[in-house]
């Protein structure tokens, strides 16, 4: 099956998801061939990416490294170990609790403590219900599981300020924060200032190599810097995704409030098609939700139709909902997204459920 899929995507010319088709030659493509080299995670690219990344996040330091599954379980280790306790508060839907395999308790001695709803965004008031010491809030924006959905800004601002209040640390899982600061019409830099420190991806809406920064005080990023030596994460050589995410990242960045109204463009042209609806509508961030009205079967049947004859990438699968006769997918609007107009991908869209 996995073959299979894989061979339909090579044979295909032309995406509408996210980033699009992006080929091996397109990434290495993406590496100046003039950047400067590290050794170990020191000097070069690396230096300058971090550097480059702790002023558009506003915070006095950064570190690059090579997963944010590692990131993540490092920087809220560095948090518990300067408190008196080892919780974590996060939503039910945070990616440490759902797919990386309780790597913050088995390796890092944490304690995930899920607040709220899984169908809803965490509010000020979920934060009530807990009595126990925290070491630290954990905040997703967006909130990829729910569609690319923000808080409020006066919630997310209370939110914040009820962790610092206990003394806890507030660590953003900004994965997409990128994508956010479309959302809230404010700049990276305003976003994560709520924030002791930050997380943010390269590979995902930026479309470079692997890679991500942790970005937050000089001694908090000592000791993140320290456990990504512990962790097996300092690379003799990381300057190829170092250079891959510098050179993407600001036109990017520049391109999310483009992003974002076409997102906008593409759910109200889908307003009129009850066959599929869009969640959250208007989108928020340059994602959103699709349900669509139709079998997983007949999903995937029409998907490969048209990757078969028009060439055009689309989802092999999709997710089955409670629904037998619903499914859902994520749409990311990237570079690949905007080169289609809304009207076109909303009739391709449609044809998913014939």
């Known amino acids: 099956m996995e073959d299979d899929i894989s061979a339909r995507r090579a044979a295909c010319t032309d995406s509408l998801l996210g980033n ?3 080929r091996p030659p397109e990434l290495l493509a993406s590496i100046d061939r003039d950047a400067r080299p590290d050794l170990y995670g020191e000097g070069g690219v ?48 945070s990616h440490l609790e759902r797919h990386e395999g309780q790597g913050y308790a088995r390796l890092h001695q944490l304690i995930g403590r899920p607040v709220g709803d899984f169908e809803r965004l965490i509010r000020r008031t979920d934060l009530d219900s807990v009595a126990e010491p925290v070491a630290a809030l954990l905040l997703e924006l967006p909130q990829r599981d729910l569609g690319g959905t923000l808080p409020p800004w ?6 914040t300020s009820w962790a610092r209040d206990r003394g806890a640390a507030v660590h953003l899982d900004g994965a997409r924060l990128w994508e956010a600061g479309a959302g809230y019409e404010r700049s990276p830099a305003e976003i994560a200032a709520l924030f002791d420190t930050v997380y943010v991806s390269f590979y995902k ?24 030596g512990r962790l097996g994460g300092t690379l003799f050589a990381m300057w190829p995704a170092a250079s ?17 109204a076409h997102a906008r463009a593409i759910a109200a042209a889908l307003a009129g098609m009850p066959e599929v609806r869009v969640v959250p509508d208007p989108p928020q961030t340059p994602m959103m939700h699709l349900l669509f009205a139709t ?33 859902r997918c994520e749409l990311s609007v990237g570079r690949a997204t905007l080169r289609h107009k809304p009207g076109t991908i909303t009739e391709i869209l449609a044809g998913l459920c014939a």
């Open 46 to 93: 690396v230096a300058e990416l971090e550097e480059h990344v702790a002023t558009l996040l506003g915070k006095p330091a950064a570190v690059f490294l090579p997963s944010g599954t590692m990131a993540q379980g490092a920087v809220l280790r560095v948090h518990a170990d300067q408190r008196s306790s080892r919780t974590i508060v996060w939503h039910p839907y």
């Open 295 to 327: 079998t997983a079967e007949r999903f995937r049947t029409n998907a490969r139709r048209i990757s078969e004859e028009t060439g055009l990438w689309m989802w092999p699968n999709a997710v089955e909902t409670g629904d037998p006769e619903v499914v």
């Open 244 to 260: 891959s995410a510098l050179g993407l990242l600001d036109a990017t960045l520049a391109e999310m409030p483009a992003r974002l």
């Open 205 to 228: 809406g930026i479309g470079a190599l692997p890679g991500c920064c942790v970005a937050g005080p000089e001694d908090d990023i000592a000791q993140v810097r320290e456990w990504r």
């Open 20 to 22: 699009g088709l992006v």
């Open 154 to 159: 006066d919630d997310l601002v209370a939110q």
